[in-house]
């Protein structure tokens, strides 16, 4: 193995992945010895950590010798690669791939040269500058538009001003694949919750709309949780609003998130 692919355990996945991922991409590849196509892809992702020049970590992750991990993330055939942007999985293939493809996969992810000016726009709505913040995100996807980030940002903040159409729109008009990832379903999930905050939604079912007024505001757990005391005692709300908002509110954790299992178990018991 090259020095500069580290081999991760289940000890150390959570500072050396998901930790790690918020300062710079993490890709991981679940692999084993034993698999050949493991070994044709571990030179490629050798190659491209070398090329890379720290602009993303590439580790692996012995599937035989840390089976909890792959059984968290659902690895069911190997190589498979996944990508960790800001503690999740925001992209991933399976199976070996030439060089040329792992680098187109990879390159929507490295750092652009808009990413300041993202990070000011970021800052802008942090100081509740929403206005200010989708003005200079609109101003990145014109001119950088292989900012995919970026305009998953655009579209979060468009959701958040109550623009849920043009979040929508936003979305929709990333590239498919793009579009299908974890972080597109992030975004996807923000602005279910922002379409039932409105007063609309709240109209005809305020609890719902409470909930994702919760969510938006940072609350999820206790929106979570009211989603699951009414689902107790409605059952035609537990099989289908009621379940469709919490897998909108799991789509906003991260996969290895401690509160997932817990909440998925509840969830299967009330809809069996």
């Known amino acids: 193995m090259s020095s500069s692919v580290q081999a991760v355990t289940t000890a150390s996945f959570h500072n050396e992945v998901v930790s790690a991922s918020s300062d710079k991409p993490v890709l991981v590849d679940f692999w084993a010895p034993w698999c050949g196509p493991c070994r044709a892809l571990g030179p490629v992702l050798e190659q491209l950590a070398d090329e890379a020049d720290g602009q993303v970590k590439v580790v692996k992750v012995n599937t035989d010798e840390n089976q909890d991990l792959a059984q968290q993330f659902q690895i069911r055939s190997i190589p498979a690669v996944k990508l960790f942007r800001g503690g999740r999985v925001v992209d991933e293939f399976v199976g070996a791939q030439p060089l040329a493809r792992v680098r187109a996969f990879l390159e929507p992810h490295l750092p652009r040269a808009s990413a300041g000016e993202h990070q000011a726009a970021r800052d802008l709505a942090e100081r509740g500058d929403l206005a200010g913040a989708i003005e200079a995100l609109r101003k990145i996807a014109g001119s950088d538009p292989g900012n995919f980030d970026a305009r998953r940002d655009l579209a979060r903040f468009l959701a958040l001003s109550g623009d849920v159409v043009g979040a929508s729109r936003t979305l929709g008009q990333l590239p498919p694949q793009a579009q299908a990832d974890t972080a597109s379903n992030n975004v996807r999930a923000f602005i279910h919750f922002a379409a039932l905050a409105t007063n609309d939604a709240a109209r005809s079912d305020g609890l719902r709309a409470g909930a994702a007024r919760s969510i938006l505001g940072g609350s999820l757990d206790a929106a979570v949780e009211s989603l699951l005391t009414r689902m107790q005692g409605d059952r035609a709300f537990a099989t ?33």
């Not at 897998?247 to 809809?271: C, E």
């Open 240 to 272: 289908r609003a009621g379940r469709e908002d919490l897998l909108q509110a799991f789509a906003l954790l991260a996969p290895d998130d401690p509160r997932l299992s817990g909440w998925r178990r509840r969830l299967a018991a009330l809809l069996n």
